[in-house]
């Protein structure tokens, strides 16, 4: 497993809208392995292979290959500035569903963009102990409440930052131990990694697979509907985080999925149903290559909309299970980052079997 590549992944800077120096990343490892590759004007990056190593022309004969899509999405959460005060404080909104409760005494990097591209280091102030109410205190302060402290007098803010300059997470990879990491930004570069390394590994399929690194999923799921029309799958799999529920947090009856138990396998989420035979179709790859999975109910992802464009596709989303999503301070266990690069690299060969000998 290339962790060097998993690391610059995380750490690129990549808010939705402005994913630029991420998808370079996901770009140049995919164009090493693609027969064709390209940027929709969208900013999705879209990379085939072609079935069996044949060319695009033969992938547009009288009887093409079925295609497979892979999607992943490379933004990420985080804020944009929205006004500067007299004392050079910065107040900002957040681009995605970042948890407020997570928010205060977090490190930032505002991507200052007056004058020369700097980043410029912050933190989102606390509430001090000494100050405000008891009840002040308890509570939850609302996004539009809080304020970034660059150190820095409004004068020399005010010469480096632009109302809508974007702001990330400090918080860079790490690894806890030899089997679990941490990052900010889990939620989806464990997917777009585990996608590119599958990606990698995929030789002689006889199906077309399709590897797009998407952008803007978590505002709206805005990027992929291009993609997706674009290429028109017949299948089509999201790699997003599946959502654990092994920690003290969870009531007994909540647990379905845990850390180290293999790849999720989303049977529903808020805006998809898998379909069955999907399902089925990936259990038994699972199965008969003894690849670890494990069942799961999850959160919206990029296949609600790949499904139902065009005539549709059997689509559904698999991951590996991610900890504390949305937050800082994501967690995933190596073993079921490898169980699903293996299962997105060994279901090409078994994807087109499944579908109906009726499916136009």
Not at 205 to 213: E, G, L, M, Q
Not at 239 to 264: F, K, W
Not at 342 to 360: C, G, M, V
Request: with cysteine; hydrophobic share 40%.
């Amino acid at each position: 497993m290339n962790l060097d590549l998993l690391r610059r992944l995380v750490n690129a800077p990549g808010v939705s809208g402005f994913e630029d120096e991420a998808q370079a990343i996901a770009h140049a490892e995919l164009a090493q392995h693609a027969d064709e590759i390209w940027r929709d004007r969208m900013g999705n990056v879209i990379a085939v292979k072609y079935a069996g190593g044949k060319t695009r022309a033969d992938s547009q004969s009288t009887t093409p290959p079925r295609k497979l899509l892979y999607a992943a999405h490379i933004d990420e959460i985080g804020m944009m500035v929205s006004h500067i005060d007299d004392d050079g404080f910065v107040r900002f909104r957040t681009v995605g569903g970042l948890d407020p409760r997570t928010l205060p005494s977090e490190r930032v990097v505002v991507h200052a963009t007056r004058g020369k591209p700097t980043p410029l280091k912050g933190v989102i102030a606390p509430q001090s102990g000494w100050l405000g109410t008891e009840q002040d205190r308890q509570r939850v302060f609302p996004v539009k409440e809080l304020y970034i402290d660059l150190g820095r007098s409004a004068a020399d803010v005010r010469s480096q930052v632009n109302i809508g300059d974007v702001i990330t997470l400090a918080a860079e990879f790490d690894m806890l131990n030899d089997h679990m990491v941490v990052g900010r930004n889990f939620d989806d570069r464990i997917g777009v990694f585990a996608m590119i390394e599958a990606f990698k590994r995929v030789q002689d399929a006889p199906v077309d697979v399709y590897a797009v690194s998407s952008v803007q999923e978590e505002v709206g799921v805005r990027g992929i509907p291009t993609a997706a029309h674009a290429v028109q799958p017949d299948i089509a799999l999201a790699i997003d985080g599946s959502l654990p529920s092994d920690t003290p947090y969870a009531l007994p009856e909540e647990r379905q999925c845990r850390l180290g138990d293999g790849t999720g396998i989303y049977l529903m989420d808020n805006r998809t149903i898998g379909n069955p035979g999907l399902i089925r179709g990936l259990i038994d790859t699972c199965e008969r290559r003894g690849i670890a999975y494990q069942r799961n109910l999850g959160g919206a992802t990029d296949a609600s909309e790949i499904q139902r464009r065009n005539l549709g596709a059997w689509a559904t989303t698999i991951g590996a299970p991610t900890r504390y999503m949305h937050s800082t301070v994501q967690l995933c266990h190596l073993a079921d980052v490898e169980a699903t690069i293996q299962l997105l690299a060994a279901f090409p060969h078994d994807a087109a079997a499944i579908l109906p000998a009726d499916w136009r």
